[in-house]
């Protein structure tokens, strides 16, 4: 079956660590993006990529960092810049269609600071 | 400026009876798409209903529809007959432009967290 598989679903990490939050799909779709999620709180966009090896940043890009290697595959870092990166990180994709672009997000990572 | 603006941090609603759930949006574009999501305790986003800003009828899908008042800038999801399985957050998203240049980031409110009674 088609989707998004994003991994691990729990990962903990310690201060000043770099880690690397998996997501891939298998729709063939063309873009990708990540999210970040605060409990209670709205998804903020971290990063977005229309194309292979091309991303832009979101609005909360300060102590991220994403490549876009193959279509199928957009891993996010959190790096020891990041602050506060306690948080739920979704991935999700689309493909371009007028109207209603079909997003489809991953299940999520739960990343916790220890 | 906040671009999508749900006003309601939580709902409660007795079960089979109907609940409005509020958003409002700003943008410039005229060009634009609104969408609903679903939530639930484990994280997935659960998609549920889109209107275009040139769909002149309001989109439904089945218990779900959505009260677009384009002028008012307001995109209210409307549950009919809740269910104990429809408590969950709720969050509306508006993605900005069309016309085949982008591929259209999402932007989305605060969410409402929708609670039903037995």
């Known amino acids: 079956d088609g989707g998004i598989t994003q991994s691990p679903k729990y990962l903990f990490r310690k201060e000043g660590q770099n880690v690397t939050l998996s997501c891939e799909q298998n729709l063939n779709h063309d873009a990708m993006y990540w999210y970040r999620q605060d409990p209670g709180q709205g998804l903020r966009l971290i990063y977005y990529s229309q194309i292979v090896n091309d991303f832009q940043k979101g609005d909360i890009a300060e102590g991220y960092s994403v490549s876009r290697e193959k279509k199928e595959s957009f891993p996010l870092t959190v790096t020891s810049a990041q602050k506060n990166p306690t948080a739920f990180y979704l991935c999700?994709?689309?493909?371009?269609?007028?109207?209603?672009?079909?997003?489809?997000f991953g299940s999520g990572t739960r990343l916790t600071v220890v | 400026a906040q671009k999508i603006t749900q006003t309601q941090p939580g709902m409660f609603v007795q079960e089979k009876e109907a609940v409005t759930l509020d958003c409002t949006y700003d943008t410039s574009d005229q060009s634009y798409g609104l969408f609903w999501y679903k939530q639930p305790s484990s994280g997935e986003m659960i998609f549920l209903i889109y209107?275009?800003?040139?769909?002149?009828q309001n989109a439904t899908e089945g218990r779900y529809s959505l009260n677009f008042q384009k002028a008012r800038k307001s995109a209210n999801l409307v549950i009919s007959a809740s269910q104990l399985g429809d408590s969950a957050m709720y969050f509306c998203?508006?993605?900005?432009?069309?016309?085949?240049?982008?591929?259209?980031?999402?932007?989305f409110g605060q969410g409402t967290i929708l609670t039903v009674h037995p």
């Open positions: 999700a994709s689309s493909i371009f269609l007028w109207g209603n672009y079909g997003y489809t």
């Open positions: 998203a508006m993605r900005e432009g069309d016309g085949g240049t982008s591929y259209g980031k999402l932007t």
């Open positions: 209107q275009g800003s040139y769909d002149e």
